[in-house]
């Protein structure tokens, strides 16, 4: 190893330090946000990114990698160029309201991780924002492509056509036709995006070698006075991801934050015999279910249920009546209040509470 390889390798080191410190605090403040008292969330992360930003971008500029580091070099500087643009975003206040304000720093945010996770391999101190602690031990494998393997891997984005409308899709580098494949199917809430809620559940994806379909709704949310539009372009996603890759229709899974928890509702009833159980976080029963309840549609489909005591959005209070209607109705529901949370992201939620209860669907005792 030559001197610019060494000194390179101590200066990089360093920064990848901090951002995989500021990429989890980061996140967490993403989950604990009140949006109705933004400036806690605010405060930590200015806290978070001293140092960092603005000043990293040209830093990295300055630094001079090896021949064989280049390319991952200038990704990362884009990846590192959209953060700095997100913690802009995130504390600025003259914004009209602070939730364009947070709308915008979550795309850039999600736009850098795309950008680093491209080149994850050649900056392993940031891998560990990537998988589960308990999997790190098996990077090398999660990342190793099988062979004869003729489809895309990874995170892919895809666009509309006239069965569906766009959507997120992740494929475990390591993916195989040699077996089945469980799928999570999670969708966003109002306003958001699908390439976006995906990242909450990636970790747990590559830990457990678990596909990700993340849907983009046709409309700035969820078709729930019209379902069909939504439900109809899920199913087709479905159809086409199947005929390329080989799925464990025994195991797709399907969760979702505030409306998009409240259409997991609407689809898990009407299309049962499509997934195994369905995990609602911070939504409510639209009066659409009505009918659906009435009938009894998904009976036998496991339901689990996720809502935070300080949730102002959809309000806890309307939760237990809810969940005693399903019971009442012969439902089987699993509920959880978290006293802490409110109305946010759900990375923690989804790997400590959501897949475990996923991954026990279908086990006997």
């Known amino acids: 190893m030559d001197l610019q390889t060494r000194d390179y390798d101590s200066a990089i080191a360093a920064v990848l330090t901090r951002l995989l410190s500021f990429l989890r605090v980061f996140e967490q403040l993403q989950q604990d946000i009140d949006f109705r008292h933004p400036t806690a969330a605010q405060e930590g992360l200015r806290a978070a990114s001293q140092g960092l930003f603005p000043a990293l971008p040209a830093y990295l500029a300055t630094l001079a990698p090896p021949a064989h580091a280049r390319a991952a070099h200038a990704q990362l500087q884009m990846a590192v160029d959209s953060w700095a643009q997100a913690v ?19 795309r850039l945010l999600c736009e850098g991780l795309l950008q680093a996770y491209a080149v ?12 589960e602690t308990s999997a790190l031990a098996n990077l090398v494998n999660l990342d190793a492509q099988m062979p004869d393997v003729d489809v895309p891997l990874g ?3 895809m666009p509309a056509t006239a069965a569906h409308g766009e959507y997120a899709l992740y494929v475990p580098e390591n993916y195989t036709p040699a077996r089945r494949w469980p799928m999570i199917v999670a969708l ?7 390439h976006e809620y995906l990242w909450t559940w990636l970790r747990v994806a590559r830990s457990h070698g678990c596909m990700i379909l993340a849907p983009k709704s046709f409309g700035p949310t969820w078709s729930l006075t019209n379902p069909v539009v939504d439900i109809d ?5 479905l159809a086409a991801i199947k005929n390329r890759y080989r799925i464990d229709d025994e195991r797709i899974y399907l969760s979702g934050l505030s ?4 259409f997991a509702y609407v689809f898990g009833l009407s299309c049962p015999a499509l997934v195994a159980g ?6 409510v029963l639209h009066p659409v279910t009505d009918q659906l309840l009435r009938q009894k549609q998904g009976v036998e489909l496991p339901l689990f249920v996720v809502h935070g005591a300080q949730d102002f959005i959809f309000d806890v209070r ?12 012969g439902y089987h529901v699993t509920y959880t209040e978290l006293p802490h949370w409110g109305h946010a992201y759900t990375n923690n939620i989804n790997e400590q509470l959501v897949w475990p209860w996923f991954a026990g669907l279908g086990k006997t005792s």
């Not at 802009?88 to 979550?106: C, H, I, M, P």
């Not at 966003?188 to 699908?194: D, I, K, L, R």
């Not at 309307?318 to 109705?329: D, F, N, R, T, Y």
């Open 88 to 106: 802009v975003r995130f504390l600025d206040d003259s914004q009209a309201g602070f939730a364009l304000a947070f709308v915008n720093s979550r």
């Open 120 to 131: 994850r391999e050649k900056f392993p101190l940031l891998q560990p924002f990537w998988v």
């Open 155 to 157: 995170i892919m984005h």
């Open 188 to 194: 966003h809430g109002a306003y958001g995006h699908g």
């Open 233 to 237: 372009s899920i199913q087709a996603m």
């Open 259 to 262: 409306d998009g928890g409240s």
């Open 278 to 283: 369905v995990a609602p976080i911070a939504a």
């Open 318 to 329: 309307a939760v237990p009546s809810q969940i005693g209607l399903l019971e009442k109705l």
